[in-house]
């Protein structure tokens, strides 16, 4: 079970990473993707605050990046 | 008189000579050639409004137009904005005493493979590409000005 | 001439940094080099007649250059109010010792056993450094202190980040290094040992405890086209140590499914202190959307987790920010979860059926959050630009634990897992 959640995240990587290379902008049209609502983090803080919360709450936590320090309230 | 006060005088006579004649021009991707700049030292530098190294380069150029006089160095910034307005924003804030060239339909960085944002490109009075780079950072500010300077004093 | 100008771009690329096009590009928002943006944001969270949190931050960023940061974060986190023990409901009052083992709480019937000393201030300091280390590769150092009343974490963490494909594909790879300390009120109960009266000797170690983890994360970012990218996040995090919560207890039930009583005098309830595991290896499958239409952008992600304590979980999350104009938006966010019990979940013992005190190779927690459960939040900010930017949210977040497959006798009668409701007020201000 183990082995094959492993297999499927590689996989899934694999295919991302290969099926990519037709897809994209040029270095000048990136005016939409640069606007701050469009970052893949656009809100940290709130992002910081909610994952916080919910990991207190709940018994997953991460995915979107580290989780960062510790709490004892889980 | 000393060479730091000579500068500073020349350095505010060429700064009023800039505002006064207000050279900078603004024109339209179909009627820009380089051939036109040929007989002076060229900048060219691509640049986006939502480019951020690009808002820490147009200090840096305005420097260098306020450095050389329009006969010897000509500065031009192509803007690809799609969006014309955000552009005039940005000039307004950040202000450019040198000529911009909007080219929203982003028809001249291909011909000039711009492999980043902002990407500067240095020309002889010869039309020969001098030297290029993409990005800018502060820390390489000074060593690129020096590139410049070198290129101008090499044609005299 | 074609060559040369080809060379010398070549050149140029290899030994000059290219800032600006990365998807994580700069904001017109953004502080000039040399300079430091100042951010705040405050969390209310409030669960009625439970648990209630302010969580303050404090955010520094310094642009060292266009493309090198250093951010400083200080967090504040002050917890009140009571949260569930873990003991079940009865149709008889019950008393219960405080942590503390000074003083007690009783708990009336029908309703759900709160522990109401449960108060904490945890003071979080996190510092990261970002910089290039060539023109295509990124390096983020991170470190991170937080510390409360009887809980410590220090942790680093470096992630590096590689573009590709004309910095279409950006990939991000990344581990980070956790070491906590507990040091409960009241000490660490003994696996399965029972709650004793107020004043009792309690069965507690004297020790503290530990926690390490790793965590590993890699990752990819793919712009589509002008208005779209995508990012695939794997996880992988192994703790090793202390897990359990030494506040947690399981309830003793009767064959009438009537949680039992240790101590008719002072009514204390028959609970022992839970246990779990001393090691979780967790899975993780982040994969995020963003599509920008016009003005408006949307932003959709979806996280499965798996670990080997059973939990399953899935999470879905919908934001969608309506730009009224340059200087104001809104946007409402919806967010689903559900997640599937730990192994050693059980909301009772039986009792006799318990495993004997101090017991390491059982594990048992009635902790609802490791119950099946679903829960959803609905929340709507709304924001304004200019100078001096600020955002107002409001979220609504309710938990509905399912109840236990195995509930019984009188027990049935009784809420066993109520939903938990919260609101959540937050604000966001940049000075």
């Known amino acids: ?74 | 008189m000393s060479k730091k006060v000579r500068f500073t005088l020349l350095a505010t006579f060429l700064m009023s000579v800039a505002t006064l004649s207000s050279a900078a021009d603004r024109l339209n991707a179909e009627s820009f050639d380089l051939d036109n700049y040929r007989g002076k030292v060229l900048y060219l530098d691509f640049w986006a409004s939502w480019c951020g190294p690009c808002r820490a380069s147009f200090p840096w150029m305005n420097d260098l137009r306020q450095a050389y006089g329009e006969d010897e160095l000509a500065i031009v910034a192509i803007n690809v904005d799609t969006n014309r307005g955000q552009a005039e924003q940005f000039l307004d804030e950040h202000g450019a005493d040198f000529d911009v060239v909007f080219d929203q339909a982003g028809s001249l960085p291909p011909e000039f493979e711009v492999m980043g944002m902002p990407s500067a490109y240095l020309y002889s009075a010869e039309g020969e590409l001098l030297a290029s780079h993409i990005g800018f950072r502060q820390s390489d500010a000074s060593e690129w000005r020096h590139t410049v300077d070198a290129a101008l004093a090499g044609g005299q | ?431």
Not at chain 3, 98 to 122: H, I, K, Q, W
Request: proline fraction near 5%; hydrophobic fraction near 35%.
């Open chain 3, 1 to 431: 001439m074609k060559s040369y100008k080809n060379l010398s771009l070549a050149l140029a690329g290899a030994s000059c940094a290219l800032m600006g096009s990365s998807v994580q590009a700069a904001t017109a928002g953004e502080a000039d080099v040399g300079d430091w943006d100042l951010s705040s944001a405050v969390l209310f969270y409030s669960e009625p007649d439970r648990v209630s949190a302010v969580e303050p931050i404090l955010k520094g960023v310094k642009r060292i250059d266009t493309d090198e940061t250093l951010t400083l974060k200080l967090t504040l986190d002050s917890l009140t109010g009571a949260s569930a023990n873990g003991a079940l409901p009865s149709d008889r009052a019950q008393t219960f010792t405080r942590p503390s083992g000074n003083g007690s709480f009783v708990t009336d019937a029908g309703e759900t056993p709160l522990d109401d000393t449960f108060r904490d201030t945890r003071v979080a300091f996190n510092a990261s450094w970002e910089k290039p280390l060539s023109r295509m590769t990124r390096m983020t150092l991170g470190a991170n202190l937080s510390s409360e009343y009887d809980y410590t974490s220090l942790s680093a963490s470096s992630t590096f980040s590689t573009d590709f494909n004309q910095r279409n594909t950006t990939l991000s790879y990344g581990l980070s290094l956790a070491a906590d300390t507990i040091n409960p009120e009241g000490e660490i109960p003994i696996a399965f040992s029972a709650m004793k009266n107020a004043g009792d000797p309690p069965n507690r170690r004297t020790d503290s405890d530990d926690k390490t983890t790793v965590d590993a994360l890699v990752g990819v970012t793919q712009v589509i086209d002008r208005n779209s990218l995508f990012v695939v996040n794997y996880g992988l995090s192994q703790a090793d140590g202390y897990m359990t919560d030494p506040f947690k207890v399981l309830s003793l039930v009767d064959n009438n499914g009537r949680p039992t009583v240790a101590d008719a005098q002072t009514g204390l309830a028959d609970v022992v202190y839970e246990n779990r595991p001393d090691s979780r290896t967790k899975h993780t499958v982040y994969a995020q959307y963003k599509r920008a239409f016009d003005a408006n952008s949307l932003d959709l992600s979806y996280r499965f987790m798996s670990d080997d304590w059973g939990v399953d979980s899935h999470t879905l999350d919908v934001r969608y920010r309506f730009n009224r104009s340059a200087q104001s938006y809104w946007e409402p966010h919806v967010r689903l979860y559900q997640q599937g019990e730990a192994d050693f979940y059980r909301a009772f013992y039986r009792d006799g059926e318990q495993p004997s005190a101090g017991d390491q190779t059982e594990f048992a927690s009635a902790d609802y959050r490791l119950a099946d459960m679903t829960a959803y939040t609905l929340g709507l900010e709304y924001g304004r630009s200019g100078t001096h930017p600020w955002a107002l949210a409001m979220e609504y977040y309710t938990q509905s634990p399912n109840t236990p497959a195995d509930a019984f006798g009188v027990m049935k009668k009784q809420d066993l897992l109520p939903p938990v409701d919260a609101v959540m007020l937050r604000f966001k201000y940049d000075f």
């Open chain 1, 1 to 74: 079970m183990k082995y094959a959640h492993r297999v499927t995240a590689i996989a899934a990587i694999s295919v991302a990473l290969s099926a990519c290379s037709g897809l994209g902008v040029q270095p000048w049209e990136r005016g939409v993707l640069a606007r701050p609502d469009m970052a893949p983090n656009s809100a940290p803080m709130t992002n910081a605050l909610d994952d916080h919360i919910y990991f207190s709450k709940e018994a997953s936590s991460g995915g979107r990046s580290f989780a960062g320090g510790g709490c004892g309230c889980n």
